[in-house]
């Protein structure tokens, strides 16, 4: 009966459990989408923002549109304002945000493991060791 119950909780959990190849290829998509797949959608909602800011930002730096490509704005030349903005952005969608979508997918599946009672872990307190050393002189 702990047998069936276990594999039970284990099918559970591998039923809800997220995939990490998958939450990376949604986050590289769009930006955002990885962390709406782990359930975080604050995080998913501002990593979105940056890349829809950046699409934005930088069509109005090539279109020439105030204040994005304005002479003199903080010390930078023309177009640089808007690329900068842009550049920085589009880092922290997709450089940040892909570090946060595997740390968000390993966080969810831990808590879901513990939910479950599952350990991925070997249980090597009952394990004998035999440590054999020879040499020859």
């Not at 800011?53 to 930088?58: D, G």
Request: with cysteine; glycine share 6%; aromatic share 14%.
């Amino acid at each position: 009966i702990e047998l069936s119950k276990n594999i039970q909780r284990y099918t559970m959990y591998e039923n809800e459990a997220k995939s990490l190849p998958k939450a990376l290829c949604l986050g590289l998509l769009i930006p955002g989408y990885g962390q709406y797949y782990t359930e975080n959608n604050t995080r998913g909602s501002l990593y979105t923002f940056l890349f829809l800011y950046t699409i934005v930002n930088w069509n109005l730096a090539i279109a020439d549109v105030e204040p994005f490509a304005s002479d003199d704005k903080f010390g930078l030349t023309r177009n640089e304002f808007g690329f900068t903005t842009a550049m920085v952005s589009i880092f922290i969608a997709y450089g940040i945000g892909t570090i946060d979508t595997i740390i968000a997918v390993n966080k969810y599946n831990r808590k879901l493991a513990a939910k479950y009672n599952i350990s991925l872990q070997p249980e090597l307190e009952n394990k004998n060791l035999l440590l054999k050393i020879s040499y020859n002189l």
